[in-house]
T-cell receptor, first 112, second 112 residues
Framework: SQQGEEDPQALSIQEGENATMNCSYK?????LQWYRQNSGRGLVHLIL?????REKHSGRLRVTLDTSKKSSSLLITASRAADTASYFC????????????FGKGTKLSVIP | IAGITQAPTSQILAAGRRMTLRCTQD?????MYWYRQDLGLGLRLIHY???????GKGEVPDGYSVSRANTDDFPLTLASAVPSQTSVYFC???????????FGPGTRLTVL
């Protein structure tokens, strides 16, 4: 069953605008990760935020985590056409689990 | 090679046939995973291996088997393929528990 659920399912913005994607999950986590997938390709890891962190930055990416609301957001600033892709959140739970549980993804289209 | 390779890239298979999807990584990661990706369902974990010699079942293991004879290789076998196994299959690896995962390019499998 899906742990993370992304919102919105699809997002279309103009180049230069910011894009915000949200992820909600159901159970406690050790960390939450965001991945990107270009059409027809494998997933690429973007950023990992641990359960004791609230915000993390990497280049034009900003991730927030609110464990009380069981939610996370991914912000891409100053978007580019090359950011067009699907974005997935994935959660890692405890009990020594090596597994990630992925959401269904947000499809982002950045229009030049 | 660098990273993770998967073979074949794509395959059309008759129902009832046996098929092995190959996955090799050269990063000496201890953990490896197989996912299937279906439209509207995101990625679902089929099987995983925390270290060479051990394997575990994921969310959707039925109809699939895996082996982990060494660190680098993690083949996925469909003993008797069925049309519902038509999907895109991704292999991934990670070097620590609950760490980020590296994905292969995927195998597109069609079972007729």
């Amino acid at each position: 069953s899906q742990q993370g659920e992304e919102d919105p399912q699809a997002l279309s913005i103009q180049e230069g605008e910011n894009a915000t994607m949200n992820c909600s999950y159901k159970t406690s986590i050790n960390n939450l990760q965001w991945y990107r997938q270009n059409s027809g390709r494998g997933l690429v890891h973007l950023i990992l935020i641990r359960s004791n962190e609230r915000e993390k930055h990497s280049g034009r990416l900003r991730v927030t985590l609110d464990t009380s609301k069981k939610s996370s957001s991914l912000l891409i600033t100053a978007s580019r056409a090359a950011d067009t892709a699907s974005y997935f959140c994935a959660t890692a739970s405890g009990a020594g689990s090596y597994q990630l549980t992925f959401g269904k993804g947000t499809k982002l289209s950045v229009i030049p | 090679i660098a990273g993770i390779t998967q073979a074949p890239t794509s395959q059309i298979l008759a129902a009832g046939r046996r098929m092995t999807l190959r996955c090799t990584q050269d990063m000496r990661h201890n953990a490896m995973y197989w996912y299937r990706q279906d439209l509207g369902l995101g990625l679902r974990l089929i099987h995983y291996s925390n270290t060479a010699g051990t394997t575990g079942k994921g969310e959707v293991p039925d109809g699939y088997s895996v082996s982990r004879a060494n660190t680098d290789d993690f083949p996925l076998t469909l003993a008797s393929a069925v049309p519902s196994q038509t999907s895109v299959y991704f292999c991934a690896s990670s070097d620590s528990s609950r760490g980020s995962q590296f994905f292969g390019p995927g195998t597109r499998l069609t079972v007729l």
